[in-house]
């Protein structure tokens, strides 16, 4: 089974995390921010990871630290819990309509990191959270994670809608892309033999 726990503290944030690849959806999120709380439960369980969250961190100030770190950690875990990446699909692409909205994300575990984030968010803040960190939570995670991540919003004008879909919609991407490949679960996914 593909596991990862990262640990992983800073003056900002103490986070714990542990993913699961091969899970079943179960999670267990506490950051501290009920809405981010509410988007790692959807991620865990529209792609089948099994996800344990605890993060302190100076949500006092705001939510921004806790945002990124936690995609910086969730990243990284993913990165840890691939390996070399032997045996997966490494594509995945999901078009996930959430009423109004519309969301399409595209992946490759390429090893190089790219997001490009085309999301037009009308409402600066759903809750008490920052709709900016929806962004900078996926840049993080992209970063760490060595993949290339497409979101694009085609429709929609209710932002708590949106971003529920672009949360659903990557992880249904990412399963597709880290599942294994039965036909070539013993080599990796390059003609360049790494990735």
Known sequence: MRISEINRKTAETDIQLKLNIDGSGKSNIETGCGFLDHMLTLFAKHG????????KGDIEVDFH??????GICLGKAFSDAL????GICRYGNMILPMDEALILTAVDFSGRS????????LRAKVGDFDTELVEEFWQAFVREAGLNLHIN???????????????????????AA??????????????KGVL
């Open 83 to 86: 390996g070399d990446k032997k």
């Open 153 to 175: 919003q085609m429709a929609g004008v209710n932002t708590h809608h949106i971003i529920e879909g672009i949360f659903k919609s990557a992880a249904r991407s990412i399963r």
């Open 48 to 55: 089948r990871f099994d996800l344990d969250v605890k993060c």
């Open 178 to 191: 880290v599942a294994i490949d039965e036909k070539a679960k013993d080599e990796v996914p390059s003609t």
């Open 114 to 121: 790219y997001l490009a984030y085309t999301v037009n968010l």
């Open 65 to 70: 630290h806790t945002t990124e770190d936690i």
